[in-house]
């Protein structure tokens, strides 16, 4: 069965740092391209970042650039996402994909049904 599960989120002060970390298991992820996707309540989930399975392309929405660096770990079927400058506007619940079928540059217009998801953790930016 095939799980990801994220940690390290939590409740900090606008300005601060955190580094999430999503491990896989029940398969592995050296060849599909991971990422992560963020919910804010109210809103819809929107993609984050992604890195492609040889870690030779990132890519990030304009809002984090600059601020979140997304990295991975092949041999320990490990994603990260360091969020650096953290805002109000960062709180969400955070989730972890993985595609099912192979590398994409471009995560988010994968089918949600082609994308394995972890269940989520919980960052509040405080003002």
């Known amino acids: 069965q095939v799980q990801l599960v994220e940690s390290g989120g939590g409740l900090v002060q606008a300005g601060a740092s955190l580094r999430l970390s999503c491990e896989a298991s029940?398969?592995?992820?050296?060849?599909?391209?991971m990422g992560w996707f963020r919910q804010a309540p109210g809103k819809e989930r929107e993609f984050v970042a992604a890195?492609?399975?040889?870690?030779?392309?990132?890519y990030k929405t304009d809002s984090v650039k600059g601020r979140f660096t997304i990295s991975r770990d092949n041999a320990k079927n490990t994603v990260y996402l360091q969020m650096n400058s953290l805002k109000p506007e960062d709180t969400a619940v955070y989730y972890c994909?993985?595609?099912?079928?192979?590398?994409?540059?471009?995560?988010?217009?994968?089918?949600?049904?082609?994308?394995?998801w972890g269940q989520g953790t919980q960052v509040t930016v405080s003002s």
């Open positions: 029940g398969r592995t992820f050296s060849s599909s391209t």
């Open positions: 890195m492609t399975a040889s870690g030779a392309r990132t």
């Open positions: 994909a993985a595609t099912r079928y192979g590398s994409t540059s471009n995560l988010p217009t994968v089918p949600i049904s082609d994308i394995y």
